[in-house]
T-cell receptor, first 112, second 114 residues
Framework: DQQVKQNSPSLSVQEGRISILNCDYT??????FLWYKKYPAEGPTFLISISSIKDKNEDGRFTVFLNKSAKHLSLHIVPSQPGDSAVYFCAARTGGGNKLTFGTGTQLKVEL | NAGVTQTPKFRVLKTGQSMTLLCAQD?????MYWYRQDPGMGLRLIHYSVGEGTTAKGEVPDGYNVSRLKKQNFLLGLESAAPSQTSVYFC?????????????FGEGSRLTVL
């Protein structure tokens, strides 16, 4: 039972354009949603998060949108840069223990 | 500025052998976690700890044991390794409730079971 789903395994975008990565979830008890970025042979690193009581959070080139009624969130990267090429994981937090449930990841490739 | 350190980085085992992965964090975090990453599966939580001397099961705990004898260390043990445990293992840590839920990850340990 996949509670956090990333239905696009890969995405290719041209440098300077917008990258939109999507994530769907099924558990209405999630209280925080996070995006992690992962380069090969490295651990995931935190990118941006959003509380379930908000619908948008922005940090520089990265913006996360949350649509609770649709149980959907998205990460926008504008403008996309070659260094953004990585695997992006969507994650959601449940209450006790600060546990995160991860999606399967989307491989983003930003082309010159 | 070490953060979360995992040892070893790579290991090859034969079926039935045992081993222990060590995770150490220097951020004085209360919570620690072990995840495994498999192709097409994302990261799945194996076990976690909310403080020294405590452990709890995650999503995929079978075949693994953990211990947290010191606040800064979290050990993951495989008593009898199986090929299905071939994976990349990530340790993570966080503050109590985390800053916006953030977990800090180590670089991973790649385990192959033949």
């Amino acid at each position: 039972d996949q509670q956090v789903k990333q239905n696009s395994p890969s995405l290719s975008v041209q440098e300077g354009r917008i990258s939109i990565l999507n994530c769907d979830y099924t558990n209405s008890m999630f209280d925080y949603f996070l995006w992690y970025k992962k380069y090969p042979a490295e651990g995931p690193t935190f990118l941006i998060s959003i509380s379930s009581i908000k619908d948008k959070n922005e940090d520089g080139r990265f913006t996360v949108f949350l649509n609770k009624s649709a149980k959907h969130l998205s990460l926008h990267i504008v403008p996309s840069q070659p260094g953004d090429s990585a695997v992006y994981f969507c994650a959601a937090r449940t209450g006790g223990g600060n546990k995160l449930t991860f999606g399967t990841g989307t491989q983003l490739k930003v082309e010159l | 500025n070490a953060g979360v350190t995992q040892t070893p980085k790579f290991r090859v085992l034969k079926t039935g052998q045992s081993m222990t992965l060590l995770c150490a964090q220097d951020m004085n975090h209360e919570y620690m976690y072990w995840y495994r990453q498999d192709p097409g599966m994302g990261l799945r939580l194996i076990h976690y700890s909310v403080g020294e001397g405590t452990t709890a099961k995650g999503e995929v705990p079978d075949g693994y044991n953990v211990s947290r004898l010191k606040k800064q260390n979290f050990l993951l043990g495989l008593e009898s390794a199986a090929p299905s445990q071939t994976s990349v293992y990530f340790c993570a840590s966080s503050y109590y409730r985390g800053r916006d839920g953030e977990l800090f990850f180590g670089e991973g340990s790649r385990l192959t079971v033949l």
